[in-house]
């Protein structure tokens, strides 16, 4: 059992920046491939951007050159560096856990961002 837990979100202007943090523990963290997904009101939940234990990483089209994933697998931690924040962001951001061998997959209950104009 893995238990992820967002922090971070909150509410910023256009153009503005934040960092989400998922916090993890109950199991090895670093056999999971980690992500961000997001669900904006009225739409199907959404990948963000995906880390490997190893660091490779793929974001969406919509978000790459402003979001930056990473992970500190000493500290069980995944990390997601917005920057140039668009109203289009405006969504709850979800962390995601996938083991790299089993099928086992976990959520964290999310965290809000909202983008003003």
């Known amino acids: 059992q893995v238990q992820l837990v967002e922090s971070g979100g909150g509410l910023v202007q256009s153009g503005g920046s934040l960092r989400l943090s998922c916090a993890a523990s109950?199991?090895?963290?670093?056999?999971?491939?980690m992500g961000w997904y997001r669900q904006a009101p009225g739409k199907q939940r959404e990948l963000v951007a995906r880390i490997t234990s190893g660091g490779s990483t793929n974001y969406a089209d919509s978000v790459k050159g402003r979001f930056t994933i990473s992970r500190d697998n000493a500290k069980n931690t995944l990390y997601l560096q917005m920057n140039s924040l668009k109203p289009e962001d405006t969504a709850v951001y979800y962390c995601n856990g996938d083991h790299s061998i089993r099928p086992l997959t976990y959520w964290g209950q999310g965290t809000q961002v909202t983008v003003s104009s």
């Open positions: 109950g199991s090895i963290f670093s056999f999971y491939v």
